[in-house]
């Protein structure tokens, strides 16, 4: 099993999904929400969306950090607590 290509960014994460009308359909938002979390939301998505978006992501290879849904990253394997 290959291992996920990692978006780093939410203009990423929309447009590996189709861009914001086809995000929308995948996920079941409206288009102008999706268009929003670009604009005034930019750099972060509603933590609400976490699972479904992952989900649609893992559907075609991809995954990006839960930072992008405001949520502190779990520290590395090995790393000092």
Do not use: H
């Not at 290959?2 to 960014?9: G, K």
């Not at 999904?17 to 995948?26: F, T, V």
């Not at 409206?30 to 929003?36: G, L, R, W």
């Amino acid at each position: 099993m290959q291992p996920l290509e990692i978006l780093s960014t939410t203009d990423d994460v929309i447009d590996a999904l189709g861009g914001n009308a086809k995000c929308a359909r995948r996920i079941g938002y409206e288009p102008k929400t999706v268009s929003a979390w670009r604009g005034w939301f930019r750099g972060r998505f509603p933590a609400e969306t976490y699972v479904v978006l992952q989900r649609e992501l893992a559907t075609i290879g991809k995954t990006a950090p839960a930072s992008l849904w405001g949520m502190a990253e779990a520290p590395s394997e090995g790393a000092a607590a």
